[in-house]
């Protein structure tokens, strides 16, 4: 098979290149792989069956058209400083207009018109000076939510477009290689999913745009053919649940509270992320069995609860640079305390020094969302050093937050971002490698929809151009 730019992966940044390069109205063939399945085929059968069904060979909350962004909060992050490392590629200025296209993209494919967190200065004033005497910074950042159900809608009018406009989408694909001579890359080898047929696509273009899902392949891509890549960070860390009263006021004024400290003794970065009022706790699974929490929230179903991420931030360099593996491991051992499971603990128990018993959480105000998720001791598996930075983070938080320290709050775990490797890149997206391109979260420059996608679109400019 042949294509003039071929994508891997359909997720917000293998989308909006080819969105980007038919509205500069190319004439090139687009080939698009896609390991799932299309966004209308894409249904997790939890809502009937209450567990996690392991399915295989994919979860469709990670895998298909849209990425797992189709089963997100669905929160699009209108700032330079949220997301990635973009801005330090290509520069805040030109990250910024990026954003502000990209956004304009979503609003035709009918994103929702209203933004959060623009209005109540006040009340931000007010949270921003508790924040700084808590040591912590608040970080603005306007957001556009979409919700899980409109996301799906949205990204479902843009495969609509897609296809229609000549794009090949091949669902249900793996690559699983580059296809290198003499350095340059020439495309790839792929098969279909469960089945043995190998076969090869050629193109002078190849985007890989594999996602969090994809980042452990890419890395090992990049060590066979000396792509040019460093040990980013990786982030580990919990996903949070309290009641809505508790988180009130930060809900109101800015949908999503964006915190960042550096908490003693080691003073390592620790954020909130990915804040979801009247939100769901989720479960994930990745191709190596490997279940990791997340939160999703949706426009119109509320739950009487908030959750939230707090992730702390790990690099490692001499002698040991496999961070990915490092923080899979720890979610492979906090699955092996659960049974499979999802491991959900009370804080107070965690301070008190004791495990957490399914017949407390019945008794608690804080009732988990996440219903097959397994009360037990989260400590057991995740490393001192992390423990103390997300408990020392809490308690600062709660001088922002009154009462998100309480006893009953709930801590899931593993809450695991893997997008620590970073490739090497240059102003055109480029690698080292002739014709090889890297993009979104795999690439190590992005975290998230929004960046992603701008990521994508400047790439189709490149391409385009």
């Known amino acids: 098979m042949k294509s003039d730019v071929l994508i891997v992966g359909a997720g917000p940044a293998g989308i909006f290149t080819a969105l980007e390069l038919l509205r500069l109205g190319t004439k090139k063939k687009i080939l698009i792989v896609e390991k799932g399945t299309?966004?209308?085929?894409?249904?997790?059968?939890?809502?009937?069956?209450?567990?996690?069904?392991?399915?295989?060979?994919?979860c469709h909350i990670t895998t298909g058209f849209s990425g797992a962004g189709a089963f997100s909060d669905g929160k699009l992050s209108l700032s330079a400083e949220v997301g990635g490392d973009l801005p330090g590629l290509i520069g805040g200025q030109k990250t910024r207009e990026l954003i502000e296209y990209t956004d304009s993209i979503y609003l035709e494919f009918g994103a929702v018109p209203s933004v959060e967190g623009l209005d109540k200065f006040e009340e931000t004033k007010d949270i921003r000076r508790r924040a700084i005497k808590a040591g912590l910074r608040l970080v603005d950042c306007p957001i556009r939510h979409l919700g899980t159900e409109k996301a799906q809608e949205l990204y479902r009018n843009i495969q609509g477009r897609l296809l229609e406009s000549g794009v090949e989408i091949l669902f249900e694909t793996e690559c699983v290689n580059l296809i290198l001579e003499r350095n340059i890359c020439q495309g790839i080898r792929a098969h279909r999913v469960g089945k043995e047929d190998y076969f090869e696509i050629r193109s002078p273009s190849t985007v890989v745009a594999a996602g969090r899902r994809g980042a452990e392949w890419l890395e090992g891509i990049c060590r066979q053919y000396d792509v040019l890549h460093e040990a980013?960070?990786?982030?580990?860390?919990?996903?949070?649940?309290?009641?809505?009263?508790?988180?009130?006021?930060?809900?109101?004024?800015?949908?999503?509270?964006?915190?960042?400290?550096?908490?003693?003794?080691?003073?390592?970065?620790?954020?909130?992320?990915?804040?979801?009022?009247?939100?769901?706790?989720?479960?994930?699974?990745?191709?190596?069995?490997?279940?990791?929490?997340?939160?999703?929230?949706?426009?119109?179903?509320?739950?009487?609860?908030?959750?939230?991420?707090?992730?702390?931030?790990?690099?490692?360099?001499?002698?040991?640079?496999q961070p990915i593996s490092y923080a899979q491991k720890i979610g492979e051992l906090t699955n092996m305390l659960g049974n499979g499971h999802i491991l959900v603990q009370r804080y107070g128990d965690i301070l008190d020094g004791k495990r957490t018993?399914?017949?407390?959480?019945?008794?608690?105000?804080?009732?988990?969302?996440?219903?097959?998720?397994?009360?037990?001791?989260?400590?057991?598996?995740?490393?001192?050093?992390?423990?103390?930075?997300?408990i020392n983070f809490i308690e600062a938080l709660d001088a922002v937050v009154p009462g998100f320290a309480s006893a009953e709050t709930l801590l899931y775990s593993p809450e695991l971002k893997f997008y620590s490797n970073r490739i090497k890149l240059n102003g055109r997206l480029e690698t080292n490698i002739a014709g090889l391109h890297c993009l979104g979260d795999s690439s190590g420059w992005t975290r998230g929809l929004m960046m992603a996608s701008a990521m994508g679109a400047l790439m189709g400019r490149v391409l385009g151009g």
């Open 232 to 321: 980013g960070v990786v982030d580990i860390g919990v996903r949070v649940e309290t009641r809505n009263e508790v988180m009130e006021e930060v809900n109101r004024t800015l949908y999503e509270s964006k915190l960042v400290g550096y908490p003693r003794p080691f003073k390592d970065k620790v954020r909130t992320f990915c804040q979801n009022p009247g939100g769901f706790v989720s479960q994930e699974n990745y191709d190596n069995a490997l279940a990791v929490v997340n939160g999703h929230s949706y426009k119109e179903t509320k739950s009487v609860n908030t959750n939230l991420a707090i992730l702390c931030s790990h690099k490692f360099s001499e002698p040991f640079n």
């Open 357 to 390: 018993w399914q017949e407390e959480l019945g008794r608690s105000n804080v009732r988990p969302t996440l219903s097959d998720a397994v009360a037990g001791d989260i400590t057991s598996a995740m490393p001192y050093r992390t423990m103390i930075n997300i």
């Open 38 to 58: 299309p966004i209308e085929k894409r249904a997790c059968p939890k809502i009937n069956t209450r567990k996690c069904m392991n399915c295989r060979p994919f």
